[in-house]
């Protein structure tokens, strides 16, 4: 120890050269262990490797460790997701194409649709109609003759094939309570040749038997057949729409609906067919 000026203890100072050694050695012995700590770790690996047993313990060791470790389930991302399950759906193997098709799987019967419920009214019956008809020709008709009996009956089959209208027992009905609605003779009625119900069609052959209003006549037609042509090309669906639309229904014409259009065909003669003077006459053949 020395003194300072003034009579104080001070402690010597070290060159600096010698502190700056001191370090170096450190350093150099530090360096010097962590390079015999690794070569000595290489040589264990080495003779490790070299000796099988060695290696089988060493693997033995590890997969019992391995074994008796706990797996912790990995937290899926998906919301709602069972702990060690992906609730993302995963891809089935494909199948061979000589693998039978699986079988349809059934509808749970709370998701089955509920079945439609029953009917309480009972459906309309629909009318037979009959096969082919009779097979009758109708007969010419002279003026004021309305047919009757199997020539009324070939009429009728006549007419509603040539307006494509089904044979059955109503239709054929109802067209020969026609005719006898428009039966008649002077000074009571009129009925042109081959024109049972009485169409005012021009054309067909026919001749005027007598004027029926300032544009029309009652025609007298010189055949069956032209007679028949005529009335289809009158009963249009512009002017009779429901009494055509009830003939190809099959049902006849006895619906009250019909009641304008039966009055405006008479010129407000009759609302019905059969009206009183129709039904005197009997009932059709069918």
């Known amino acids: 120890m020395g003194r300072s000026p003034g009579g104080r203890h001070t402690t010597p100072l070290l060159p600096r050269t010698g502190r700056s050694g001191a370090f170096r050695w450190l350093v150099a012995l530090g360096l ?21 047993a060695t290696a089988a313990a060493a693997l033995t060791v590890h997969s019992a460790r391995s074994r008796t470790r706990t797996p912790v389930p990995r937290r899926s ?3 709602g997701a069972t702990p060690g399950r992906s609730r993302r759906p995963t891809m089935a193997p494909a199948a061979s194409v000589s693998a039978a098709r699986p079988a ?75 005719m006898q609605n428009e039966a008649g003779s002077p000074p009571s009625g009129i009925v042109g040749a081959n024109n049972p119900i009485n169409v005012s069609e021009p054309g067909y052959g026919g001749v005027p038997i007598k004027a029926e209003g300032p544009s029309y006549s009652l025609y007298s037609y010189p055949t069956p057949q032209d007679g028949i042509e005529a009335l ?24 009250p609906s019909l009641a304008g259009e039966l009055a405006v065909y008479s010129g407000h003669g009759y609302t019905t067919v059969p009206d009183a003077w129709g039904l005197s006459q009997g009932t059709p053949l069918t």
């Open 32 to 52: 010097g262990c962590v390079l015999l700590g690794a070569a000595v770790a290489l040589f264990v690996v080495r003779r490790s490797a070299d000796d099988p």
């Open 77 to 79: 991302a998906w919301p």
């Open 104 to 178: 349809p799987r059934s509808v749970p019967a709370s998701t089955a649709p509920p079945a439609p419920p029953a009917s309480t009214s009972a459906p309309a019956p629909t009318p037979a109609p009959t096969a082919a008809g009779t097979g009758l020709t109708p007969s010419p008709t002279a003026e004021y003759q309305t047919p009757t009996g199997t020539n009324q009956l070939a009429w009728s089959e006549a007419i509603l094939k040539a307006l494509g209208d089904p044979l059955t027992d109503a239709n054929i009905t109802s067209v020969g309570y026609w």
């Open 232 to 255: 289809v090309a009158y009963l249009n669906p512009y002017s009779y729409s429901g009494i055509l639309s009830a003939l190809k229904s099959g049902v006849g014409l006895s619906s």
